[in-house]
Nanobody, 124 residues
């Protein structure tokens, strides 16, 4: 499985961005999907995750109420809608796929495939 993240960019605080992660292969609907981010000088951290059918979703406390994860299995794509962005949301955002489609995980070690990352910069 190959993952291609896109949609990053420069936005002012309070603005919005929508990230996309397109997956190759016919097994996308078998995976649970996650978004992680890594800010300069910091470790990569969990942002959000979604099960194979969207039935279960989990967010990091820092983004709850502002970010929305969703997926379209027909399009082999997972999305991250980011609203009310803050400067502290600045990071490289990565999408990841996990074989356990029905079990969410916040640990990056539990994900099997990773995209290349897309830069999100929020100016104050």
């Amino acid at each position: 499985v190959q993952l291609q993240a896109s949609g990053g960019g420069l936005v002012q605080a309070g603005g919005s961005l929508k990230l996309s992660c397109a997956a190759s292969g016919r097994t996308f609907s078998s995976f649970s999907m996650g978004w992680f981010r890594q800010a300069p000088g910091k470790e990569r951290e969990f942002v959000a995750a979604i099960t194979w059918n969207g039935g279960n979703i989990y967010y990091a406390d820092s983004v709850k109420g502002r970010f929305t994860i969703s997926r379209d299995n027909a399009q082999n794509t997972v999305y991250l809608q980011m609203n009310s962005l803050k400067p502290e949301d600045t990071a490289v955002y990565y999408c990841a796929a996990r074989w356990s489609g029905s079990i969410l995980s916040t640990s990056q070690t539990n994900y099997n495939y990773w995209g290349q990352g897309t830069q999100v910069t929020v100016s104050s």
